[in-house]
């Protein structure tokens, strides 16, 4: 019994019969101990309850255990898009494993980015996962020469000095395969609603797109491609501009799930039937897709998977001090349903 005294290091030291220095290599996770002292220590710790103070081990090991997912989006776009769901179960399960806090934050505009970097370069977290990056995203070069530990989600669009590690999905094999599906299956004038041109996932998905019809000796004509930012809204809003300039269109790949739903409600508006007048196929396999009417067809990614892989590289190599860069592809597959 203590006294109702909160038990300290010292006391712990006492209990299992060794010095203070050994207890905090216990607590800290050192090699350095014997099996059986680790276990006396422990066993110390359990009978006097002693809960080991945070703040005190962060300045000795310069740890904090907590890693921050960054998304550079508005909130509700965090909230609307199953992706991002999908990112963040992937990265909690790897963190968990790790005994590894997660703290999830969202940054879009230039005040929002500048308070953040200064948290993210404060000593407040061990690394950083940054997701849905746009090309002038300013947090990866600040955190790099902060020497903060840092894996992104999808291949970057600039260049700097410094490393970069990052975990991404084949984007132009996938938006291949949708492309290619369309043809197969008969489809003659084949639109895209493409993603922004400011993000990797966009850009690949349009070259993907265009390569598919270039291999099949069709042309690509501008009039074919409207462009949208992944959204539902900007899915309608681009459908509509393809039936402006191409009203005979009878095949659509859209860069996400939510603007193929989009642009199927626009097409049912207009009296297009799917897929009968026009073949329909999305990216991403969310559940909207499989519980839309009909099933949309679409490109499944493995998001869940790019999640726990950003995790595990940051935690297993980069916050340890990997100097060579890491890149990770994954690879996506075509999953047919009723729209294609």
């Known amino acids: 019994m ?3 005294r909160r038990p300290t290091l010292e006391m712990v030291a006492a209990r299992a019969g060794v010095g203070r220095g050994t207890v905090s290599r216990v607590i800290n996770g050192s090699d350095q101990v014997s099996p059986a002292t ?4 422990r066993a110390a710790i359990a009978e006097l309850g002693y809960v080991p103070n945070h703040a005190a081990r962060t300045l000795v090991t310069r740890r904090t255990d907590t890693v921050a997912l960054v998304v550079s989006e508005p909130d509700e776009r965090l909230f609307a898009q199953p992706f991002f769901a999908d990112v963040v179960r992937g990265v909690s399960a790897v963190l968990n494993e790790r005994e590894l806090q997660l703290m999830l934050t969202t940054a879009r505009s230039a005040d929002e980015h500048d308070r953040l970097g200064d948290y993210l370069t404060g000593h407040h977290v061990d690394g950083v996962l940054l997701v849905s990056l746009h090309r002038h995203d300013p947090l990866p070069d600040r955190l790099a020469e902060a020497g903060v530990p840092l894996v992104i989600g999808g291949r970057p669009q600039w260049q700097t000095r410094h490393p970069i590690h990052y975990v991404d999905i084949d984007n132009v094999g996938g938006a291949r395969m949708a492309t290619e599906r369309l043809i197969r299956t008969g489809r003659e004038r084949i639109a895209t609603v493409a993603g922004p041109q400011d993000m990797g996932a966009g850009e690949d998905r349009l070259v993907g797109y265009r390569s598919a019809l270039a291999d099949a000796g069709r042309p690509a004509p501008g009039e074919l491609t409207a ?3 992944f959204s539902f809204e900007s899915g309608e809003a681009a459908m509509r501009r393809l039936l402006e300039t ?10 996400s799930d939510p603007m193929a739903l989009g642009a199927m409600r626009v097409l049912r508006a207009s009296g297009r039937r799917v897929p009968e007048d026009v073949a329909v196929i999305g990216y991403d396999d969310s559940s909207f897709a499989l519980h839309n009417d009909p099933p949309l067809t679409t490109v499944h990614q493995p998001t869940t998977r790019m999640g726990g892989e950003m995790a595990r590289l940051l935690a297993d190599s980069v916050i340890p001090g990997a100097s060579a860069s890491h890149r990770l592809i994954l690879d996506p597959h075509l999953v047919v349903r009723e729209t294609a």
């Open 246 to 255: 191409t009203p005979g269109l009878d095949g659509v790949f859209a860069a």
């Open 2 to 4: 203590n006294g109702g």
């Open 38 to 41: 680790r276990e006396a220590v």
């Open 227 to 229: 462009f949208g930012d």
